[in-house]
């Protein structure tokens, strides 16, 4: 299997320091990636760079076999490589209808009508009159939910998401969960940053753990959990070896 995103020897250097890499990663179509790490480990940085939203000190950024290393973040998001943030994105003084449509504007994708903006909206639970909402209006459970709807009227193949879990209740929760399991039913990866693991590792084919800009270890969730240098880079080697 061709891989539909690949990156090679990334790094990224602020005033000499070296914040990530050299990183090998590659993520395929339909499949759900895990990335964890203690804070400060790279993780929003590989993000950063592998979106476009920051230059690479060094290496490579494909998109299905193509170098995208120098081209811009939203020619990226059009070509299907999308990201959300863990701020709420959207324009908190216009309806919820106006923020998809501008969503789509930005990228160029010409109106596609309340059909689309309902089924993103549907695809993260999100009720049908939640399009007539001013988005100030909405919790920021619901906010979180609509950033995510943002992102999927764009229509990606590989969804990029940076902590989606944080600061949601139990329901916006298991609504994030189905979201990404009919994601993987339709097709659409997803590469996850989260420090929830208890909600995140279940979702996961495979599972990235990185630690001070490198990548630690990868396998399934099993398998890393049961890894000491993982339990360690999380817990300190003192307390692994006192297990």
Same mark, same amino acid.
Request: hydrophobic share 45%; net charge negative.
């Given at each position: #299997?061709?891989?539909?995103?690949?990156?090679?020897? %990334?790094?990224?250097?602020?005033?000499?320091? $070296?914040?990530?890499?050299?990183?090998? !990663?590659?993520?395929?179509?339909?499949?759900?990636?895990?990335?964890?790490?203690?804070?400060?480990?790279? *993780?929003?940085?590989?993000?950063?760079?592998?979106?476009?939203?920051?230059?690479?000190?060094?290496?490579?950024?494909?998109?299905?076999?193509? @170098?995208?290393?120098?081209?811009?973040?939203? $020619?990226?998001?059009?070509?299907?490589?999308?990201?959300?943030?863990?701020? *709420? #994105?959207?324009?908190?003084?216009?309806?919820?209808?106006?923020?998809?449509? %501008?969503?789509?504007? /930005?990228?160029?994708?010409? @109106?596609?009508?309340?059909?689309?903006?309902?089924?993103?909206?549907?695809?993260?639970?999100?009720?049908?009159?939640?399009?007539?909402? /001013?988005?100030?209006? +909405?919790?920021?459970?619901? =906010?979180?939910?609509?950033?995510?709807?943002?992102?999927?009227?764009?229509?990606?193949?590989?969804?990029? +998401?940076?902590?989606?879990?944080?600061?949601?209740?139990?329901?916006?929760?298991? /609504?994030?969960?189905? #979201?990404?399991?009919? #994601? *993987?039913?339709?097709?659409?990866?997803?590469?996850?940053?989260?420090?929830?693991?208890?909600?995140?590792?279940?979702? =996961?084919?495979?599972?990235?753990?990185?630690?001070?800009?490198?990548?630690?270890?990868?396998?399934?969730?099993? @398998?890393?959990?049961? $890894?000491?240098?993982?339990?360690?880079?999380? !817990?300190?080697?003192?307390?692994?070896?006192? @297990?």
């Amino acid at each position: #299997m061709s891989a539909l995103l690949e990156v090679k020897g %990334l790094e990224k250097h602020f005033d000499g320091i $070296r914040a990530l890499g050299p990183v090998e !990663f590659h993520a395929n179509a339909g499949e759900i990636v895990g990335i964890i790490g203690p804070n400060g480990s790279g *993780k929003t940085t590989f993000f950063n760079v592998t979106t476009g939203f920051m230059k690479p000190t060094a290496g490579r950024v494909f998109w299905k076999g193509e @170098d995208i290393t120098a081209v811009a973040a939203h $020619r990226r998001a059009r070509l299907g490589l999308i990201r959300t943030f863990q701020e *709420k #994105m959207v324009f908190s003084g216009t309806p919820v209808r106006e923020n998809m449509r %501008l969503a789509l504007i /930005q990228h160029g994708i010409r @109106d596609l009508g309340d059909a689309a903006i309902l089924r993103a909206l549907s695809y993260v639970g999100l009720p049908e009159r939640t399009i007539d909402q /001013q988005a100030g209006d +909405l919790s920021w459970g619901q =906010c979180r939910l609509l950033g995510m709807a943002l992102a999927l009227v764009l229509q990606p193949q590989l969804l990029l +998401l940076d902590e989606p879990f944080a600061g949601l209740n139990r329901i916006a929760a298991a /609504q994030v969960t189905d #979201m990404l399991q009919r #994601m *993987k039913s339709d097709g659409i990866g997803a590469i996850i940053v989260e420090h929830e693991m208890s909600l995140l590792l279940p979702l =996961c084919d495979r599972v990235v753990v990185f630690a001070s800009g490198q990548i630690l270890a990868e396998g399934s969730s099993e @398998d890393i959990l049961k $890894r000491p240098d993982v339990r360690a880079a999380y !817990f300190g080697a003192d307390v692994v070896a006192e @297990d």
